[in-house]
T-cell receptor, first 116, second 112 residues
């Protein structure tokens, strides 16, 4: 069965510093991979996704992620964090089905705090 | 594109009562998903529909839970005889095959 691990429960960075959030997945073939962000009391917003092709994907709000098959990782990065980036970040993998994927399997999330 | 909407946004109920939540997906999306999120956890899959057909249900979805999508548009999730363990955020998402799932704002349920 697929699973997603986000090793860091909480991360605190200073505004303007770089950020990397870790995500490891367990799945044999090339997975459908996602990063979502959730602000307090809100639904989830898609930051970026990887289905195939170039392993470095660009997303919204200046985020990017790199798919590394050898490490089963899909880490999220941002070169300079803004105070508005404080939120909870979820990595997810799509459970494969005929023609694509259906349900999403999420990690437990990483809560990001940003110091001024 | 008005996005996925969910109603109500908040619901407080007493243990043993029934509750029903509604999800209105993005209009052209034929897939609709329900997830549950408890405090400090990632969302967990409950069930999904393709058009009006319910194609998969999680083992998390006990007999007290039922979901419908009668005309392939909006969906309802009903919980009968609520328990305190049902307190959670219930998230709805919609999409099309193999494409992004777009999430609604969620319905937060508190069972007293």
């Amino acid at each position: 069965a697929q699973s997603v691990t986000q090793p860091d429960i909480h991360i605190t960075v200073s505004e303007g510093a770089s950020l990397e959030l870790r995500c490891n997945y367990s799945y044999g073939a090339t997975p459908y991979l996602f990063w979502y962000v959730q602000s307090p009391g809100q639904g989830l917003q898609l930051l970026l996704k990887y289905f195939s092709g170039d392993t470095l994907v660009q997303g919204i709000k200046g985020f990017e992620a790199e798919f590394k098959r050898s490490q089963s990782s899909f880490n999220l990065r941002k070169p300079s964090v803004h105070w508005s980036d404080a939120a909870e970040y979820f990595c997810a993998v799509g459970s494969p089905s005929s023609g694509g994927y259906n349900k999403l399997i999420f990690g437990a999330g990483t809560r990001l705090a940003v110091h001024p | 594109d008005t996005g996925v909407s969910q109603n109500p946004r908040h619901k407080i109920t007493k243990r043993g009562q029934n509750v029903t939540f509604r999800c209105d997906p993005i209009s052209e999306h034929n897939r609709l998903y329900w997830y549950r999120q408890t405090l400090g956890q990632g969302p967990e899959f409950l069930t999904y529909f393709q058009n009006e057909a319910q194609l998969e249900k999680s083992r998390l979805l006990s007999d007290r839970f039922s979901a419908e999508r009668p005309k392939g548009s909006f969906s309802t999730l009903e919980i009968q005889r609520t328990e305190q363990g049902d307190s959670a955020m219930y998230l709805c998402a919609s999409g099309v095959l193999q494409e992004t799932q777009y999430f609604g704002p969620g319905t937060r349920l508190l069972v007293l």
